[in-house]
């Protein structure tokens, strides 16, 4: 279990080196703004990172013509509401690093991108994911036999970077209670042009006989070829192997759900 | 797999919260209806019409002070958004668009309004259809 602990500090540690640059065509001041350089969390949230980037960069932008922050990564826009780990392994893995993302504060994708009011926005979309994994593994009735208290306490723990505080709340949503382990796995599979795919799976078959990552992708993608896709959770490719189960108690977002990303593998590779 | 979805079904239906509704013990005759109707297709009467699997069935129920939709059962398109859900809603029920309109899942969870309501379905329908609730404050914070 100490081993345990020290894999799920590794995961909780990720970061991503994120450089901040104002779209060109939003520059309105003479003097060109600087890029801007942060390390950004995996397991957090755009919007809890982004007040120094706001305050640095907005004055170079027309103070009649500014609205909410967006950011951008060749041309794609990305969703606030999506951890960032889970937006770097799908759009920039192939990025150099650090990445590099633009930022603006005009014309707000209406059609691809929620707004984001508030950091209240982020804490409730958060704690509606993790009650919606929670609903996958038990029933929901974890999370409904905490207290208000200790949901504060989860938010706080992604919001401050703590990993002993949030953990101290999580792994009341991580137990396995007696003989039953979680009910389904909650997992999202992402792919880069397809909307999100999202299944029942459950950690073991009917024989009792545990299941693996193969399996529950195999499950919600029947084509899923792993000859042809590559499989990232957290920004490493596991053995397709590995329990599904093991993969949601360790490798999971603070929300608790797996999100996985396939990349097609370039056609160059399949050859050799 | 069917089996399992119903437990959590009917757990869920056991754990709700009361509904706030005065309204609510008129619904129920419909409910119970529709929940014995296990083999024929709740939105039509014909049986020509297979469950397209391109389409789901939805359930709207309201909460507290939203008002009751004289429909309730819809068939949609899985492609469709739980943002469009609510716009459908507030069109129906007359709200302006830019009042606020909550949904959830289970009573316990709000989707984000980009999900597609295939995946919702997929993981949390029950008998075949997927229940929701509106509401137009924050219920289940």
Redesign the interface.
Same mark, same amino acid.
């Given at each position: 279990m100490a081993e345990d602990r020290e894999f799920l500090r590794e995961v909780w540690e990720g970061k991503i080196p994120v450089c901040f640059r104002l779209a060109q065509e939003e520059i309105y001041t003479v003097d060109q703004p600087d890029p801007f350089f942060l390390l950004v969390p995996r397991l957090s949230y755009f919007p809890l990172m982004t007040d120094k980037v706001v305050k640095h960069l907005s004055k170079h932008v027309d103070p009649d013509n500014q609205g909410e922050i967006w950011l951008e990564y060749e041309g794609q826009p990305l969703k606030w509401h999506y951890p960032i780990g889970l937006l770097f392994d799908l759009f920039g893995s192939k990025a150099d690093l650090p990445w590099n993302l633009t930022v603006h504060f005009q014309n707000f994708p209406e059609e691809e991108l929620l707004h984001c009011p508030s950091k209240e926005a982020v804490e409730s979309h958060f704690m509606s994911v993790v009650k919606e994994a929670d609903a996958l593994k038990h029933r929901g009735q974890a999370v409904n036999n905490m207290q208000r208290k200790d949901h504060k306490t989860l938010w706080a723990g992604v919001m401050n970077d703590k990993f002993d505080q949030f953990w101290s709340v999580n792994k009341k949503l991580m137990e396995s209670t007696g003989e039953e382990t979680f009910k389904f796995i909650p997992f999202r599979v992402y792919q880069l042009d397809n909307m999100p795919i999202q299944k029942l799976f459950k950690p073991t078959d009917d024989k009792g006989d545990i299941l693996t990552l193969r399996h529950m992708l195999e499950s919600a993608l029947p084509d899923f070829s792993e000859n042809e896709r590559s499989v990232v959770i957290q920004g490493v490719q596991p053995d397709l192997d590995t329990p599904a189960l093991w993969l949601s108690e360790h490798l999971s977002y603070p929300d608790n759900f797996l999100h996985i990303c396939l990349h097609p593998f370039a056609a160059a590779e399949n050859e050799s | 797999?069917s089996e399992? @979805?119903k437990?959590?079904s009917e757990? /869920?239906k056991a *754990?709700a919260p009361s509904a706030p509704s005065v309204n609510s013990t008129r619904t129920s005759p419909e409910d119970s209806k529709s929940s014995d109707d296990n083999n024929s297709k709740p939105l039509s009467s014909s049986s020509a019409k297979q469950k397209n699997p391109m389409k789901v069935d939805i359930l709207l129920k309201h909460i507290g002070d939203a008002p009751i939709m004289t429909k309730r059962k819809w068939t949609v398109d899985r492609?469709k958004k739980i943002s469009w859900v609510a716009d459908f809603i507030k069109k129906y029920i007359k709200s302006d668009s830019t009042e606020s309109l909550f949904l959830y @899942?289970?009573q /316990?969870?709000?989707?984000?309004? *980009?999900t *597609?309501l295939g /995946?919702?379905f997929?993981?949390?329908n029950s008998d075949g259809k997927l229940v929701l609730h509106y509401c137009r404050t924050?219920a289940?914070?």
């Open positions: - | 797999m399992a @979805v437990t959590v757990k /869920s *754990d492609t @899942v289970n /316990s969870f709000a989707p984000a309004p *980009d *597609d /995946s919702i997929d993981c949390f924050q289940y914070g």
